[in-house]
């Protein structure tokens, strides 16, 4: 599925016009951001959807409907800025080191360390002493000798967040997947929640 399609099912789950979509000019390469997953396109499309809603707003309001410019570049530098940014004209390490994947005796973790809570319930649930040198020469040991999904079940039932990285099969076929399979990309569903919270 190109980015062109991820837009016009987008919009037409929005319940956009039909047509308005021919309004977005592309440029930039089709994969700026590498992934096995359609990144890009996707990012891309949200953005050329928030520009159409934009531009038919401006629309409504008595000007031509206007074009829509989405350059995967621009998109891409956009959603990874937090690795453009400088300080004092320096880059800094915005991750904590124990926040990455790890490889585990049967496939490979990723861990999220970057909350005090949660590098030590990560910590603690696979028992590194959070005073020791190599924290994260430590960490990667231990969760080394144990399988991907026993990291992950024991790190978050911690309290702390690890999660087993799954082959391309491995998430189809779980259960998460198998629910979501048949859902459309976006959907909105009614909600009289927020007229009950309104004043009279």
């Known amino acids: 599925m190109d980015t062109s399609e991820l837009l016009n099912q987008a919009w037409a789950t929005l319940g956009g016009e039909p047509g308005v979509c021919d309004r977005v000019r592309w440029t930039g390469p089709p994969v700026t951001l590498p992934s096995r997953l359609l990144v ?21 309001r008595g000007a031509p409907l206007p074009e829509v410019a989405v350059d995967s570049r621009a998109v891409t530098a956009a959603f990874t800025s937090e690795r453009q940014l400088r300080l004092d004209g320096r880059s800094f390490t915005n991750f904590a080191a124990e926040s990455r994947f ?13 909350y005090p809570h949660h590098r030590a319930a990560l910590l603690s649930a696979l028992g590194v002493p959070d005073g020791v040198d190599e ?17 992950a079940d024991t790190v978050t039932g911690n309290g702390g967040l690890a999660v087993e990285v799954r082959s391309a099969e491995g998430w189809r076929t779980h259960p998460q997947a198998v629910a979501v399979a048949p859902l459309p990309l976006v959907a909105i569903r009614g ?3 927020a007229r009950r919270r309104l004043p009279a």
């Open 40 to 60: 890009t396109g996707v990012a891309a499309a949200s953005v050329a959807a928030a520009g159409l809603a934009a531009a038919e707003l401006a629309a409504a």
């Open 191 to 193: 909600s009289d929640v």
């Open 102 to 114: 790890f490889p585990a005796a049967d496939g490979w973790v990723r861990t999220h360390a970057n």
């Open 135 to 151: 924290v994260t020469v430590a960490l990667g040991e231990a969760i080394a000798a144990r399988p991907a999904a026993e990291v």
